[in-house]
């Protein structure tokens, strides 16, 4: 097994370093522990609009990033403790999920943690989700992670998920929404986060024969920072991934926003043009709100549309 060695916490450098590194390592088993800053992770599949609340995570910056693999959304901050397995694979996904969730768990048992695998394949402490997992795989080579919630900040979790003002119609796959707790307190544990960390690295590497202690390189830094810049970063990939949806503007009069690759394709509201300047754009906090002021747009939907 090789253990990456990473204490980097930029979100979009880590999801680029997780393609980067099942690339890289093609035949090895490879382990990974890391934590991002404060951001928002939606799946591969999933629509951002659906997920999340744009405005709150703009107002209090938390990124908003894609990852490679499906599943739901998450929260991370500097409370949250990611990992990643990569591995082969005999191609059956579905016994395959079950044992790649195996050593963490037994991880978990070995540090006094009273964890259960639930029905939904996540990590659950007296009924309360401490962690979820997701996959990624190809040709048979999988990318297994998940993000285990330490000694996060949940209010702002629950805040940055919030989109209970939204209406939106797609065909995305939607995240299930589950009662999360902190391991540190329902645990009881006595620790931080940094803590935390070396415990489960050293429990993992203790069930390896052999394993090899990786540090980054300047030129994997080099090559992974390009991954990053031309798509983990990158608008397109972030927003544009987002399946074909409608915002609801106003559901008895049948006002929507029509959006496809992310962006704003049509705005449907009767033989008012005023909102002409936003077709084309990412339907996204930041830009939705400078082109309302810059045009000095008022109306009842003006709040509609940048409260997202």
């Known amino acids: ?132 997992h997701s996959e990624f795989m190809r040709k048979k080579r999988v990318l297994h992670h998940g993000c285990i919630l330490f000694d996060s900040n949940l209010d702002k979790l629950r805040n940055a998920l919030n989109v209970n003002n939204k209406k939106v119609i797609s065909k995305s796959a939607k995240s299930v929404k589950s009662s999360v707790a902190n391991l540190k307190e329902i645990s009881k544990l006595d620790y931080e986060i940094s803590d935390f960390l070396e415990k489960l690295k050293n429990e993992i590497l203790q069930t390896q024969e052999n394993f090899e202690i990786y540090e980054l390189t300047k030129e994997d830094i080099l090559n992974v920072d390009k991954i990053k810049s031309e798509k983990y970063a990158t608008k397109d990939w972030i927003y544009g991934q987002s399946p074909k949806s409608t915002f609801i503007l106003d559901e008895e009069k049948e006002f929507t926003v029509e959006i ?9 509201i009767g033989n008012d043009d005023k909102y002409d300047s936003l077709i084309g754009i990412y339907f996204e906090y930041e830009e939705i709100k400078n082109k309302i002021d810059e045009f000095n747009i008022k109306d009842d939907y003006t709040k509609k549309l940048t409260e997202i």
């Open 1 to 132: 097994m090789i253990f990456i060695k990473n204490k980097i916490t930029d979100v979009y450098f880590n999801l680029a370093l997780e393609e980067y590194i099942f690339e890289k390592f093609k035949e090895d088993e490879v382990f990974m522990l890391w934590i991002n800053e404060p951001s928002v992770v939606i799946g591969k599949h999933q629509n951002l609009i659906e997920e999340l609340n744009m405005k709150y995570c703009f107002e209090n910056n938390i990124k908003i990033a894609r990852r490679l693999s499906g599943g739901g959304t998450v929260v991370h901050d500097f409370g949250n403790l990611n990992y990643t397995y990569i591995t082969n694979t005999t191609g059956n996904t579905a016994l395959d999920f079950k044992e790649f969730l195996k050593p963490m768990y037994n991880a978990l048992l070995n540090l006094n943690v009273d964890a259960y695998i639930s029905p939904r394949n996540d990590f659950r402490v007296q009924d309360k989700k401490i962690c979820g």
């Open 260 to 268: 496809e690759s992310g962006r704003i394709k049509k705005i449907n």
